[in-house]
């Protein structure tokens, strides 16, 4: 993937929130709009999804990956949805090569791309003209394995390659006001929220790898962890460019809308918590 002509990239987390978003016309959605227009185009992108989860680590390989509808319980609108992103199997050699030894399973169909990045892509990318790859998250791996395992991603930045986590920092479903729209972060949330941010602007990304110790709220913010782990990947890969908040915003009172930017400056965040 390396090329002289290759433009370093920014690394970006993205709180992908309902799928609906892909179809709506919503704070978020609008706010991934500009920010595509915003980041130098990649050569391609590698895309941690919190919906990816292997025994293992696993990367796409295939050249044409499916869109996949991985929900249920949604309007037909939304699962007629197609994001036709080439894949990239050199990138996924590359990818295996920087995480060497570690194994690297080559995924020729099992998977491909889900809600979590074309949801956002859609947006960003709408031409699905930019090769997408998607890393697993390995369920074997505690927070600070994943952390430093995506360190060894941060030659890619330089390859022209956007590496994006795709999650929430806050995801508590079983809380969710699903049906109330103006409904206010419940406390917790917003504390926890807060707290993340905190070590973001502090620069103390190597807590992050220990969030559960971040802070009180931690665990009721995120009863499982799939949906921060992917935060990491881009924390990660940091190198000590300056961190930016895309979007902010909790929805349904327990899901964090905050978007990291690192090496972007990307201006006042995109927030609206009262829209879901």
Do not use: C
């Amino acid at each position: 993937m390396n090329s002289p002509a290759a433009q370093r990239m920014p690394a970006l987390f993205v709180g992908h929130g309902s799928p609906m978003n892909a179809i709506l016309d919503t704070p978020w959605s609008r706010a991934w709009r500009e920010l595509g227009q915003q980041l130098p185009k990649p050569r391609a992108i590698l895309a941690v999804s919190a919906h990816f989860q292997t025994h293992g680590v696993a990367v796409t390989a295939m050249p044409q990956p499916r869109t996949i509808h991985d929900f249920g319980g949604f309007p037909r609108e939304l699962f007629e949805v197609q994001y036709p992103a080439p894949g990239s199997p050199e990138l996924a050699q590359r990818v295996a090569e920087l995480l060497a030894p570690e194994p690297v399973i080559a995924d020729q169909g099992q998977w491909g791309l889900d809600h979590g990045s074309w949801s956002v892509l859609v947006h960003m990318y709408p031409n699905a003209d930019i090769p997408v790859v998607q890393l697993s998250l390995d369920a074997n791996r505690s927070a600070h394995q994943h952390y430093e395992l995506a360190g060894k991603l941060l030659p890619l930045r330089n390859e022209g390659v956007l590496i994006i986590g795709l999650g929430n920092i806050v995801h508590n479903l079983r809380a969710a006001r699903r049906r109330d729209t103006a409904v206010p972060p419940y406390p917790w949330a917003a504390q926890f929220d807060q707290a993340v941010r905190d070590a973001l602007v502090a620069g103390d990304y190597a807590s992050l790898s220990n969030w559960q110790q971040l802070a009180p709220q931690a665990q009721l913010s995120n009863p499982t962890d799939e949906h921060f782990l992917p935060l990491l990947y881009a924390a990660a890969v940091h190198d000590d460019d300056p961190v930016s908040f895309p979007t902010e915003g909790i929805v349904w009172g327990s899901i964090s809308m905050r978007s990291v930017a690192f090496g972007l400056n990307t201006g006042s965040p995109a927030s609206a918590p009262q829209q879901a």
